[in-house]
């Protein structure tokens, strides 16, 4: 099955700072690579995502990329504001029309210092 | 309506009770998940459901039991739980039309503790 591993486990930025999260997958199947950020007690909740077939994303503060070739995709979050501090998860998903199964990063620990 | 609503928020069980999470959306899906997640830890896949079909069970204990009674309602039926079956419980759901597929729309989450 996919296997997605995520680092760094824990990050520590300074506001304004820029943070960085990577994360590779293992089944060259996945086609579709969401980002998901967790709030303490909260559900998770999308943030950006990107599909197979294009290699960049940008939503304002946030950017996702990805390189298919050799399977890792990254988070970018410029100018970080405390409210970006959160758990960040990267997922990949392989299958379609009712076999979709999307398997998540072990998760970073975002933290921004004021 | 672009919510998933799971209820109850938080519930409390003996391992010899029998309970029911329940999960409703409204925005047409076709897709409902349960997921599963332990503290610090990624969510972790349990069922899917796809046009009211069960279509992957992750080899999940039967103690666990899910249901869709239609496309906007997804049950989780628990009996003889162990403590270690403590975690929240999360249903999300997305559409599964060509070029949408995967995206996941998550609900609050139940949190359910054995005793």
């Given at each position: 099955g996919e296997n997605v591993e995520q680092h760094p486990s824990t990050l520590s930025v300074q506001e304004g700072d820029s943070a960085v999260i990577k994360c590779t997958y293992s089944d060259s199947a996945s086609n579709?690579?969401?980002?998901?950020?967790?709030?303490?007690?909260?559900?998770?909740?999308?943030?950006?995502?990107i599909r197979s077939n294009v290699g960049e994303k940008k939503d304002q503060r946030i950017a996702v990329t990805?390189?298919?070739?050799?399977?890792?995709?990254?988070?970018?979050?410029?100018?970080?504001?405390p409210e970006d501090s959160a758990v960040y998860f990267c997922a990949a998903l392989?299958?379609?029309?009712?076999?979709?199964?999307l398997t998540f990063g072990t998760g970073t620990r975002l933290t921004i210092i004021p | 309506d672009t919510e998933v609503t799971q209820t109850p928020k938080h519930l409390v069980m003996g391992m010899t009770n029998k309970k029911s999470l329940k999960c409703e959306q409204h925005m047409g899906h076709r897709a409902m998940y349960w997921y599963k997640q332990k503290a610090k830890k990624?969510?972790?896949?349990?069922?899917?459901?796809?046009?009211?079909?069960?279509s992957i069970n992750e080899s999940v204990p039967s103690r666990f039991s899910p249901e869709c009674p239609n496309s906007s309602l997804l049950n989780l039926h628990l009996h003889a739980l162990q403590p270690e079956d403590s975690a929240l419980?999360?249903?999300?759901?997305?559409?599964?039309?060509?070029?949408?597929?995967?995206?996941?729309?998550?609900?609050?989450?139940?949190?359910?503790?054995?005793?």
């Open positions: 579709y690579f969401p980002w998901y950020k967790q709030e303490l007690g909260k559900r998770p909740q999308l943030i950006i995502d990805l390189n298919k070739t050799a399977k890792h995709f990254s988070l970018h979050i410029t100018e970080t504001q392989r299958g379609n029309f009712g076999n979709e199964k | 990624p969510p972790e896949l349990m069922f899917v459901y796809s046009y009211e079909k069960l419980y999360l249903c999300a759901s997305s559409h599964q039309t060509q070029g949408a597929d995967g995206e996941l729309f998550f609900g609050e989450g139940s949190r359910l503790t054995v005793l």
